[in-house]
C-alpha cells in the first residue's frame, strides 16, 4: 500500500519560514518524481515545486527565489523548504509521486495558513 504523508504545516507570519516533509513508504523512492501542489481557498490546485530522480528541480515562478525542494532517498523523503512567506502562499499543500505519465500518488496535504 502506498502512502505519502506530509507533515510541518501550520500557521506563521508573513515573512517567516516552514519547512515541509513528505514520507513515503510503499514505493522505490528514487524511482519516482517527487512534486509539491498546493490549492488556496476557492482555487484550483496548482504546481508548485518538482524535484526529478537526479535531483533536478523546477519550480513555479511564483515561489522561485523563495522555495527549495530537496530529497532524501535514504530516508524515502521530500523537503519543500518555504522561506519569506505571503499571505498569498496560504493553501493546503500536497505532495505527489510520479512516474511516467499515469503512475501518480497523492497526500493527504498539510494546511499553510500565512497571516499575522
Known sequence: QVQL???GGGLVQPGGS???SCASSGIIFNSYAMSWHRQGPGSQR???ARIDTRSSTDYADSVKGRFI???DNAKNTVHLQM???KPED???YYCKAERGSYINYWGQGTQ???SS
Open 46 to 48: 496548482v504546481f508548485v
Open 5 to 7: 504523508v506530509e507533515s
Open 69 to 71: 525542494v530537496s530529497r
Open 90 to 92: 496560504t493553501a493546503v
Open 83 to 85: 522561506n519569506n512567506l
Open 112 to 114: 499553510i495558513t500565512v
Open 18 to 20: 516552514l519547512r515541509l
